[in-house]
């Protein structure tokens, strides 16, 4: 069995990532930490764990929490990510990261969006975890950098098109809309409930620090520098991300053609599902899954293409996806402990 730590327990990502492991038939949840609830059982900060998981939550000590684990999940905060991996590499861990510490490769651009980094050496050595992008980069990594939700979102609905140059990217504009649980677990004004309930409203307009994530991964994907117009939103509902991205098509395109460029394309990916013709994805068809539904229309008369994803942001988008890396730099099979059909209605 492989001994997992979940450090960050108490936000709705820790929560996420026990909900999946108490399932995965490979794994032993080793220790959970949580600075606030230090002390109580983890199912006592969340009742729904009653019976699937009683750990007691604990500080974050390094050594303690290394010496009775194989791999951590870091489920915490960017700065406070930085501030302890290093400690767990050295200690021989393994480490799949989900706040944004180790995502982005210019350190310079990650200070110019987040802070100062600690740990810039690691930058290299980190492994951007987006499977269905880049696997085999992945292989026995002990460093992954578990992508953000909404450059998931959106690396997984445009990447076909990137990659066989079907698009310009300097016409890229990008969409977004998420659910509040992607605001975390902190009490905050802008996220109480009379204040998102029944309403509808942008945020981050052209200053959202998942801009350069997406940036770097389509550039990545094109061949070339990408700078994308990125608008997020938040809606009324718990889970999920719906991505709508817009962008010119570099020769003609009918819809028919490019939903099978994209079903060739993910035809060995689990995870992704193209929607048929004429349809298109709802976060309700993906919720408490890692499944990313992908659909698109081709637009003759303007010669665009509009391209629609949608991902639950605490599976797919978090914790759903860390694990899909765990299995895969410990070599497990891909989809264990998430095979998971949607929860609907």
């Known amino acids: 069995m492989l001994r997992v730590a979940v450090v960050g ?31 109580l059982l983890i199912s006592q900060v969340f009742p729904s ?23 951590v999940f870091t489920a915490l905060p960017h700065k406070s990510a930085m501030e302890v991996i290093p400690g767990f590499l050295e200690a021989g861990c393994k480490v799949v990261d989900l706040s944004a510490d180790y995502r982005l490769k210019d350190q310079a651009v990650y200070e110019q969006w987040y802070q100062e980094h600690s740990s810039p050496e690691l930058l290299a050595e980190a492994v951007y975890g987006l499977p269905e992008l880049f696997r085999s980069e992945l292989a026995g990594a002990r460093l992954v950098a578990n992508p953000g939700c909404y450059p998931t979102s959106v690396a997984l609905g445009l990447a076909p098109l990137l990659k066989n140059d079907l698009i310009d990217p300097a016409t890229l504009i990008i969409d977004s809309k998420s659910g509040t649980s992607g605001a975390g677990r902190s009490a905050k004004q802008g996220s109480l409930y009379c204040e998102v309930n029944e309403g509808f409203k942008a945020y ?19 061949g070339c520098d990408v700078a994308v117009n990125f608008t997020p939103h938040l809606l009324p509902i718990n889970r999920g991300i719906l991505s709508t991205m817009y962008a010119t098509l570099r020769k003609d395109q009918t819809s028919e053609d490019l939903i099978n460029l994209y079903r060739q394309t993910y035809a060995d990916e689990h995870f992704v599902r193209v929607t048929p013709g004429g349809e298109l994805p709802n976060v309700a068809y993906v919720r408490g899954t890692n499944f990313c539904d992908v659909g698109l229309v081709s637009d ?5 293409v509009v391209v629609v994803s949608a991902i ?11 694990i899909q890396n765990m299995n895969l730099i410990c070599g497990f099979t891909e989809q264990l402990g998430l095979g998971i059909v949607p929860l609907f209605p």
């Open 9 to 39: 327990a108490s936000g709705y990502t820790g929560v996420e990532l026990i909900r999946l492991l108490v399932g995965h038939p490979e794994i032993e949840i080793s220790s959970v930490t949580s600075r606030q609830h230090e002390g």
């Open 49 to 71: 764990l009653a019976g699937f998981c009683d750990l007691i939550c604990e500080p974050v000590d390094i050594a303690a929490i290394a010496a009775k684990s194989d791999l």
């Open 204 to 222: 981050g307009v052209a200053a959202h620090r998942h801009t350069p994530e997406i940036e770097q991964t389509l550039s990545t994907l094109a």
């Open 300 to 304: 003759q008369r303007t010669g665009r």
């Open 312 to 322: 639950d942001n605490l599976v797919k988008g978090a914790a759903g996806q860390a």
